[in-house]
């Protein structure tokens, strides 16, 4: 048995035992029955869950309103306190009796609404729309959502009709701005989207804020459970190709893999996650030599001449594992590779993956200690997989390029010509070197006010008016206005 108190407003308070089966409705007329006792005659009792926020259901039992818990606050409303209002997602709509008190915000926070309407996604994810008539909607802000619902209700009959809408975020790649769009329904594709962005640029793409890979134009929102998108050009993506290793036991490489577009800034992981048919225990093989580890960036592989990046899937895991560190770089660079790989072919990864010129740095052991090009990485480990090298700058002036958020440093000479540090630090950020002449470099000999620099000057023009202490050229990269 289920023990129930009424509250009256006049704090007075009555208790009556119910069977678990006991309706709503049966204590709904029990209630009226106490209240005409009591000389509290109300024409209709409805009954408020206070934890859930939602009146409850007249033919709902009190066992299955109980659900898990040993009890539950209950509020009685007459009929003046509530109100009918439609909430609708899509196609779907359902009448809802609420509490005329309860916030807007309520109706995007009960999960009991979310579930009538099959809307499964975070109340973050979207937003209402209050729609008076066809011709007059509001879509409402985060103040008007914490107004409560009886501002909204008009004097005519007409039910109150709020719309679900899903909020779509699309953050611009190049100032990280964010655009947010709400749509009815997710039954649209990407082309549409972009639309509705009014992006004009026809070179521009949506890629998924998860795994940063290029959305096809026909892709429909609805076969995707991505909310939050990036807006790229072309320049700012690359093509991924994966191939069938010879090797490989069991054909899974479908047409879909073979060209794959990502942000350039993705890294190794993102395409293992968008490609989940690769098993754990099989790998992506790039120039036919090393595995790349999962953190390794897109942009590494990279250059001027070089767009489109092919891997081969093989089915087994490579057994050296190569780590290389340098002070000038932000992170290490890690691989794996047979032990029959020589030292010479691990300098020309590190030099071609980090663009270095191969001039002004060596590649030593963590120990310092020199190692011969020829040596095989067996050699070397004999007693262990696992290679520590580093990559030391042989150079007397360095130089760093700072370029937005980018800080990069160039090991040169005093021969060395401006434009060449130019080139480099385009290289080094993946732009095209097509695109040279957009781009100055000044000199910060003065922060509040760098000096524009000629590309044909070279280092040393530029040390002669530069304090003797200064062991690193600073230079700021900047695109010319239009």
């Known amino acids: 048995m289920f023990i129930f108190f009424l509250l009256f407003i006049s704090d007075e308070t009555q208790s009556q035992y119910f069977n678990p089966i006991t309706t709503w409705k049966q204590i709904s007329l029990w209630s009226k029955i106490l209240g005409i006792k009591l000389d509290k005659t109300i ?4 009954f408020w869950h206070i934890e859930q926020q ?3 259901d007249d033919n709902q039992t009190i066992s299955s309103t109980l659900g898990q818990a040993e009890s539950i606050n209950v509020d009685i409303l007459n009929g003046d306190d509530v109100v009918d209002i439609i909430l609708s997602y899509d196609n779907t709509i359902q009448m809802i009796h609420i509490l005329k008190s309860c916030s807007v915000q309520n109706l995007l926070n009960n999960p009991k609404y979310l579930n009538q309407l099959n809307l499964k996604i975070s109340p973050q994810d979207c937003c209402l729309v209050c729609i008076l008539d066809e011709s007059k909607k509001q879509t409402l802000n985060s103040l008007d959502m914490e107004n409560p ?3 909204y209700v008009s004097d005519s009959k007409k039910l109150i009709h709020f719309q679900i809408c899903i909020l779509i975020h699309i953050i ?5 701005n964010e655009l947010s769009i709400s749509i009815s329904h997710r039954n649209i594709t990407v082309k549409q989207l972009l639309e509705m962005s009014k992006i004009k640029d026809v070179h521009t793409y949506l890629a998924s804020y998860k795994t940063e890979m290029i959305l096809s134009e026909n892709t429909n929102l609805s076969m995707i459970n991505d909310m939050k998108f990036i807006l790229v050009k072309q320049h700012q993506t690359c093509l991924i190709s ?3 290793s010879a090797e490989t036991l069991i054909e899974i490489i479908e047409d879909d893999m073979k ?14 996650k968008q490609n989940k048919i690769i098993d754990q225990d099989q790998y992506l093989l790039y120039n036919s030599s090393f595995v790349p580890s999962r953190e390794t960036p897109l942009s590494l592989f990279l250059s001027s001449t070089i767009t489109t990046i092919e891997f081969n899937l093989i089915d087994r ?3 050296m594992n190569v780590t290389v560190i340098s002070d000038e770089q932000k992170s290490s660079l890690q691989f794996q590779c047979e032990s029959s790989m020589s030292f010479g072919r691990v300098h020309e990864i590190v030099y071609q993956l980090w663009k270095l010129n191969k001039q002004f740095y060596s590649l030593t052991l963590d120990d310092d200690c020199n190692v011969d090009e020829e040596y095989l990485l067996s050699d070397a480990s004999e007693s262990t997989n696992n290679i520590q090298l580093k990559v030391i700058s042989t150079a007397n002036i360095k130089c760093m390029i700072t370029y937005q958020e980018e800080n990069i440093r160039i090991s040169t000479t005093d021969e060395t010509l401006l434009s060449t540090i130019l080139k480099e630090a385009l290289e080094k950020l993946v732009i095209s070197l097509d695109d ?3 781009f100055e470099l000044y000199l910060m000999d003065d922060p509040e006010s760098p000096t524009n620099v000629d590309l044909d000057s070279s280092i040393a023009n530029i040390s002669e008016d530069l304090p003797k202490e200064i062991k690193i050229i600073p230079f700021q990269l900047k695109k010319k206005e239009d």
């Open 149 to 151: 619902i009886s501002d």
């Open 54 to 56: 939602n009146i409850i």
């Open 317 to 319: 895991k490579l057994p």
């Open 436 to 438: 040279m002449n957009m």
């Open 43 to 46: 024409d209709n009792y409805n």
């Open 172 to 176: 611009q790649y190049d100032h990280q």
């Open 242 to 244: 994966i191939k069938q």
């Open 259 to 272: 060209n794959q577009r990502y942000i350039i800034d993705a890294v190794m992981n993102d395409i293992y």
